[in-house]
């Protein structure tokens, strides 16, 4: 059984930095590129940051390059969002995903399988 479980999320006021986690079990993590996606209340989810299998590759929505930064460790099967210079507007629950692909989609329905979300609080 496939599970990813994200953990690192809270309350944080704005200008502070939050590390995400992303714990992947059941499957060859190596063989997967992951996604973090978020959903703020009333907006749809939303493409994050996305990394390849091996971890060469990486992209980010716009608003946050330069203050996130996705990585990854093989070994430990988890994937990493650190997430500097946080701003209100960055509150959402955030959510990993892992693709059997080598480079990341920004698309959401190509992702396949999903964590439970982590919320991130950022005070203004």
């Known amino acids: 059984q496939v599970q990813l479980v994200e953990s690192g999320g809270g309350l944080v006021q704005a200008g502070g930095s939050l590390s995400l986690s992303c714990v992947a079990s059941?499957?060859?993590?190596?063989?997967?590129?992951m996604g973090w996606f978020r959903q703020a209340p009333g907006e749809e989810r939303e493409f994050v940051a996305g990394?390849?299998?091996?971890?060469?590759?990486?992209n980010y929505l716009d608003s946050v390059k330069g203050r996130f930064t996705i990585s990854r460790d093989n070994a430990k099967k988890t994937a990493y969002l650190q997430m500097n210079s946080l701003k209100p507007e960055d509150t959402a629950v955030y959510y990993c995903?892992?693709?059997?692909?080598?480079?990341?989609?920004?698309?959401?329905?190509?992702?396949?399988?999903w964590g439970q979300g982590t919320q991130v609080t950022v005070s203004s």
């Open positions: 995903a892992a693709d059997f692909k080598l480079l990341p989609s920004r698309v959401q329905s190509i992702y396949d399988y």
């Open positions: 059941g499957l060859m993590f190596s063989n997967y590129a």
């Open positions: 990394i390849s299998s091996s971890g060469s590759n990486t």
